[in-house]
């Protein structure tokens, strides 16, 4: 069974998976046996188990990364759409063919 990337497991399943694989080498396996199992490498298994030792059980929980905040509502993303599907840049009197950022936000300005 080779390796999982644990990266593309949902918050719950990846809370899941941690708190087991400390749970078996607490009960007494060894890390590495515990990985190979689960299908992660033996240094994700060390590092579940370093975070249980300093924060507890409450450290393995999955952490939510926020990502950069949206600038435009929907309102907004739906004109963007409508905009660039039904229109040429060059029936508004723009000089190119191809839509840029640019171009959305001084056509957006005009109307």
């Keep these: 069974m080779g390796t999982t990337d644990a990266r593309s497991l949902d918050h719950k399943t990846l809370e899941e998976l941690r708190t087991r694989a400390v749970e078996r080498v607490q009960a007494g396996e060894a890390a590495v046996d515990v990985a190979r199992v689960i299908g992660v490498r033996p240094e994700s ?8 030792r300093a924060g507890g059980w409450h450290a393995l929980r999955a952490k939510s990364i926020p990502g950069r905040p949206r600038t435009l509502d929907g309102k907004a993303m739906k004109w963007i759409y409508e905009t ?8 508004l ?19």
């Design 45 to 52: 298994v060390y590092r579940w188990l370093a975070s249980y």
């Design 84 to 91: 660039v599907v039904t229109k040429d840049p060059r029936q």
């Design 93 to 111: 009197k723009f000089p190119y063919a191809l839509w840029t950022r640019k171009i959305i936000g001084r056509y957006r300005r005009e109307v």
